[in-house]
């Protein structure tokens, strides 16, 4: 028995050392979904909730997620009127507005201003925040979720591409 | 037994346990090692280490504790056991699409997700703790998750009405009303239409044999100079109510004679006045002031004409009435006069209103529409067919019966085919062992059955009875929404409570008024108490908005108060008694609680006050943004030139106090005034009177190049004008 013990104490070591050294392995990289276990959902799972065509390029699609398809939703109701160039209805009331309203997905102006920014310009008009007063005020006919839907939706139609800051400081989400 | 083989014995049965030993411990070894890995743990262990890269670590670790994490809602019998895995799924700061999934918060949506759990809404199952397991079908688990784009289905198993926030699912049911799926199948929640397919029994005396026929073969196809398809089904975003049958020739032939046959009232021609014939003779040209005439009573708000711009057929106009490019060409002169002068006598359930007609106008247009409205080679692909033969009518109608074309239409004499397919209420809840793939080589989904099914019904079922419909893949997709969210009525008591039932508005009206609100069909176009269609206004409150005086004149006159609208109240030519019968009624009916006139005494708005008023509108509140005054501003909201003579003040004061309490969808924003400031604004819209009235003819004459310009934009599609008709 003496014999054994050394054997099976080797053996029982060994086959913990090796599965602890691969575990510790795969699992430094915090991506669960490479796992050979849990493999990549079917393309169907992964396919997006809602889309939007980019304006400026229609063979650009651009996939939405919930949030982002009820801001297009909100954007369609509320904004189109004066944010974009075409409308459900046929013409724009942009070019009769002095300053001209920003296009929604215009990244070169947008894409600067913050989150909170935004969120402040929705919600409280233009004349609030020292810009034309020609933008009202929504904060009180849409609500806080509403208001960043759109603001979400905007982020995600810009051209050039919104990049989210490398650190978001202590900005609404933390609120 | 020798002691000597008593220690072999020994010997051999030591290695033999030892052996067995070690096989023991390897074993008890293996399997806290394997616990160690199991999927679950894994993902538990790598969310500590992602939760330890992020900055606000001990926010998304102070809920955290190893072991199965379950939602339990007894009341729904859910036991999810998903945020095991999905562990950040209600941390705010992880919403990103950066963060890698299982990690990922859900987005905010109305339903908490620690009241409802993830498999009501999203299928697989919650029991599961392994990936595959919860998400896909495996043999002892069937349903699997439904993908993101069809998630809005979940939303309609128990919100029968439509919301805002799920237009797939509302669009897939409006198409399941328009197509009368119902007619032959059973579904959830879906009533059947007052108005399915058009009433047969008189189709005779409407067009003739070869129409029929080529209407059976190819159902709305508008061919291009060059012969090519123009717009069909897939082309034009409206696809034909009448789906394709796949008839043979005889079958054509056997059907069409039968239709041709079915003359139940003879059509009496219509005498027009000597005076109108004649001046028409002397004077062809008059065809063109028939197109003006067709313009100006705003046909294309029901109905769609092809129009060819720039080498390409659009569609403008709208879908309420039946797509009139070539109708000249289909219908038969008598039929149309009678049609327009009481569209009801042939189709009582009919949406067209009935004007009133001077001889002059209603010839006119009847001659624009036999003259312009036609295709000289409408019919030069159709073989003659000549007489119908009475066996080939007796074959017509077994075909009928056959091919369920009394499921959608009437004809006196043949009963209704209710229940001729399949029982579909509960398709959307079916698992893949139930359906029938036949030799169809989609993947063996509900979803890929479902789509199938529609697109081309023979390739899952040669021996399919079901029609072929053209839908374009978005419309393919709400079809499919709405079906999967039909799962049968609820057998969990919990979820059969929260069931919210649609409503089923009805507004009727008795009396004088009901008569005109019957004859010229008010609820196609305007809503009442949440009843009627959506293209133009809500008039639930019209007597609290409007003034008796404009009401009165826009009846007969109607003007546009949003220059940019391409669809416009038709000229119906009221009498004077029938709009006053109408201006009463609405006055008196259709008011608002909010709205006090009796509060609002026009001694209170003095000059001063409205000079006050007009600063704010001009400068402090910039409403020109979105208003017109006379020819300046914005056209987002209707126009205030003449607001003093149209709105009640005390309407005015309550929609600047809170406009979405007046009409819930409307996109004015809500400033909250001070009542000082609605006072002096209210006193400075009343200011605003149009001194003289536009006359008629100037009116009719700005209308029209206005109406031609836009006319181009109106294919845009239908969302236009219920966008700013309920912007109103």
Same mark, same amino acid.
């Given at each position: 028995m003496r014999r054994f013990a050394p054997i099976l104490a080797l053996m029982f070591l060994g086959f913990v050392s090796a599965c602890r050294k691969h575990g510790s392995a795969s699992l430094t990289v915090p991506e669960p979904n490479r796992r050979e276990s849990a493999p990549l959902p079917p393309d169907s799972l992964r396919s997006t909730y809602d889309t939007e065509q980019d304006w400026s390029n229609p063979d650009h699609v651009i996939p939405l997620n919930y949030e982002q398809s009820q801001g297009k939703r909100l954007f369609y109701a509320y904004c189109v009127w004066c944010h974009a160039d075409s409308t459900p209805a046929g013409p724009s009331n942009r070019a009769n507005l002095t300053p001209n309203p920003h296009l929604i997905n215009d990244g070169t102006a947008l894409n600067a201003l913050s989150d909170q920014y935004m969120e402040d310009m929705i919600a409280l008009g233009g004349s609030a925040l020292g810009k034309s007063a020609m933008m009202p005020p929504y904060g009180k006919s849409l609500d806080r979720d509403q208001i960043r839907a759109l603001i979400a939706y905007m982020r995600a139609v810009a051209q050039p591409p919104y990049q989210k800051p490398a650190r978001p400081g202590p900005s609404y989400e933390r609120r | 037994m020798p002691s000597e083989e008593m220690g072999k014995v020994s010997k051999r049965l030591r290695a033999a346990f030892a052996l067995s030993s070690v096989v023991?411990?390897?074993?008890?070894?293996?399997?806290?090692?394997?616990?160690?890995?199991?999927?679950? /743990?894994?993902?538990?262990?790598?969310?500590?280490?992602?939760?330890?890269?992020?900055?606000?670590?001990?926010?998304?670790?102070?809920?955290?504790?190893?072991?199965?994490?379950?939602?339990?809602?007894?009341?729904?019998?859910?036991?999810?056991?998903?945020? %095991?895995?999905?562990?950040?799924?209600?941390e705010p700061t992880l919403q990103d699409v950066s963060v890698p999934q299982p990690f990922r918060a859900h987005p905010p949506i109305p339903h908490h997700v620690q009241d409802w759990g993830c498999v009501v809404c999203h299928r697989g199952q919650g029991l599961a703790t392994e990936v595959t397991e919860a998400h896909e079908t495996t043999l002892a688990w069937e349903q699997p998750l439904l993908p993101i784009r069809?998630?809005?289905?979940?939303?309609?198993?128990?919100?029968?009405?439509?919301?805002?926030?799920?237009?797939?699912?509302?669009?897939?049911?409006?198409?399941?009303? /328009?197509?009368?799926?119902?007619?032959?199948?059973?579904?959830?929640?879906?009533?059947?239409?007052?108005?399915?397919?058009?009433?047969?029994?008189?189709?005779?005396? /409407?067009?003739?044999?070869?129409?029929?026929?080529?209407?059976?073969?190819?159902?709305?196809?508008?061919?291009?100079?060059?012969?090519?398809?123009?717009?069909?089904?897939?082309?034009?975003?409206?696809?034909?109510?009448?789906?394709?049958?796949?008839?043979?020739?005889?079958?054509?032939?056997?059907?069409?004679?039968?239709?041709?046959?079915?003359?139940?009232?003879?059509?009496?021609?219509?005498?027009? #006045?000597?005076?109108?014939?004649?001046?028409?003779?002397?004077?062809?040209?008059?065809?063109?002031?028939?197109?003006?005439?067709?313009?100006?009573?705003?046909?294309?708000?029901?109905?769609?004409?092809?129009?060819?711009?720039? *080498?390409?057929?659009?569609?403008?106009?709208?879908?309420? =009435?039946?797509?009139?490019?070539?109708?000249?060409?289909?219908?038969?002169?008598?039929?149309?006069?009678?049609?327009?002068?009481?569209?009801q006598s042939y189709l009582p359930q009919s949406k067209m209103p009935r004007y009133e007609w001077s001889d002059e106008d209603l010839y006119t247009v009847t001659q624009y529409i036999e003259k312009r409205l036609v295709d000289p080679d409408f019919m030069s692909s159709i073989p003659k067919l000549g007489p119908a033969t009475p066996s080939e009518t007796q074959n017509g109608r077994l075909l009928f019966l056959e091919k369920g074309c009394a499921s959608c239409h009437r004809i006196t004499g043949i009963a209704p085919q209710q229940d001729f397919g399949p029982d579909l209420s509960a398709l959307g809840g079916k698992s893949v062992s139930e359906l029938y793939f036949g030799e169809a080589k989609v993947p063996h989904t509900l979803i890929a059955y479902i789509q199938a099914k529609i697109a081309d019904p023979l390739k899952v079922n040669p021996a399919a009875r079901m029609p072929q419909f053209n839908l374009n893949p978005a419309d393919l997709d709400a079809i499919t929404t709405a079906l999967l969210s039909m799962k049968g009525?609820?057998?969990?008591?919990?979820?059969?409570?929260?069931?919210?039932?649609?409503?089923?508005?009805?507004?009727?009206?008795?009396?004088?008024? =009901?008569?005109?609100?019957?004859?010229?069909?008010?609820?196609?176009?305007?809503?009442?108490?949440?009843?009627?269609?959506?293209?133009?206004?809500?008039?639930?409150? #019209?007597?609290?908005?409007?003034?008796?005086?404009?009401?009165?004149?826009?009846?007969?006159?109607?003007?546009?108060?949003?220059? %940019?609208?391409?669809?416009?109240?038709?000229?119906?030519?009221?009498?004077?008694?029938?709009?006053?019968?109408?201006?009463?009624?609405?006055?008196?009916?259709?008011?608002?609680?909010?709205?006090?006139?009796?509060?609002?005494?026009?001694?209170?708005?003095?000059?001063?006050?409205?000079?006050?008023?007009?600063?704010?509108?001009?400068? /402090?509140?910039?409403?020109?943004?979105?208003?017109?005054?006379?020819?300046? *501003?914005?056209?987002?909201?209707?126009?205030?030139?003449?607001?003093?003579?149209?709105?009640?003040?005390?309407?005015?004061?309550?929609?600047?106090?809170?406009?979405?309490?007046?009409?819930?969808?409307?996109?004015?924003?809500?400033?909250?005034?001070?009542?000082?400031?609605?006072?002096?604004?209210?006193?400075?819209?009343?200011?605003?009177?149009?001194?003289?009235?536009?006359?008629?003819?100037?009116?009719?004459?700005?209308?029209?190049?206005?109406?031609? =310009?836009?006319?181009?934009?109106?294919?845009?599609?239908?969302?236009?004008?219920?966008?700013?008709?309920g912007a109103k």
């Open positions: - | 023991f411990v390897a074993v008890l070894a293996a399997s806290p090692v394997r616990d160690y890995f199991r999927e679950w /743990k894994r993902y538990e262990r790598s969310y500590v280490r992602f939760a330890q890269t992020r900055p606000d670590t001990r926010a998304l670790l102070a809920d955290f504790r190893f072991g199965i994490d379950q939602i339990w809602a007894p009341q729904l019998n859910v036991v999810d056991r998903c945020t %095991t895995c999905h562990l950040g799924i209600s069809y998630i809005q289905a979940s939303c309609g198993a128990c919100h029968e009405d439509d919301l805002p926030e799920t237009p797939q699912l509302s669009r897939g049911r409006e198409l399941l009303t /328009k197509f009368n799926c119902e007619g032959c199948h059973r579904l959830q929640g879906i009533e059947r239409p007052a108005m399915i397919g058009p009433d047969l029994k008189n189709i005779g005396t /409407k067009v003739s044999r070869e129409w029929i026929y080529k209407w059976l073969k190819e159902p709305r196809t508008i061919l291009d100079s060059q012969g090519n398809i123009a717009v069909n089904g897939y082309e034009y975003e409206e696809t034909p109510r009448m789906p394709k049958f796949r008839l043979g020739e005889a079958e054509l032939r056997d059907l069409s004679a039968y239709l041709s046959t079915l003359k139940s009232r003879a059509v009496e021609p219509y005498q027009f #006045e000597a005076r109108v014939v004649a001046a028409w003779q002397k004077r062809p040209d008059l065809v063109d002031r028939g197109e003006l005439r067709f313009r100006q009573m705003f046909c294309t708000d029901c109905h769609a004409l092809a129009v060819v711009r720039a *080498g390409t057929t659009t569609m403008i106009g709208g879908d309420i =009435g039946p797509e009139l490019t070539k109708v000249g060409s289909k219908v038969n002169p008598d039929w149309l006069v009678r049609w327009l002068r009481d569209p009525t609820p057998t969990n008591p919990g979820f059969a409570s929260l069931v919210a039932p649609s409503h089923h508005a009805s507004f009727n009206v008795a009396g004088e008024f =009901g008569q005109i609100y019957e004859r010229y069909r008010c609820y196609v176009c305007h809503r009442f108490n949440g009843y009627g269609g959506t293209l133009a206004p809500d008039l639930s409150f #019209e007597g609290s908005r409007a003034q008796r005086g404009w009401l009165l004149s826009y009846l007969k006159d109607p003007l546009t108060l949003r220059p %940019t609208l391409t669809a416009r109240m038709p000229q119906f030519n009221m009498t004077a008694e029938e709009a006053n019968t109408a201006a009463d009624y609405l006055e008196l009916v259709m008011q608002s609680p909010l709205v006090n006139k009796a509060s609002v005494s026009s001694k209170d708005f003095t000059a001063e006050i409205a000079a006050l008023g007009k600063q704010l509108y001009e400068v /402090k509140y910039q409403c020109q943004a979105c208003h017109t005054i006379g020819s300046s *501003g914005g056209y987002v909201g209707p126009a205030l030139t003449n607001v003093g003579n149209w709105l009640n003040p005390a309407w005015i004061e309550a929609w600047l106090r809170n406009p979405q309490a007046l009409i819930p969808d409307t996109i004015e924003p809500r400033h909250e005034f001070p009542e000082s400031e609605i006072k002096a604004l209210t006193a400075y819209l009343l200011t605003l009177k149009q001194t003289a009235p536009v006359s008629r003819r100037a009116g009719r004459a700005s209308l029209r190049p206005a109406y031609a =310009g836009s006319a181009l934009r109106r294919g845009s599609g239908s969302s236009t004008s219920s966008a700013t008709g």
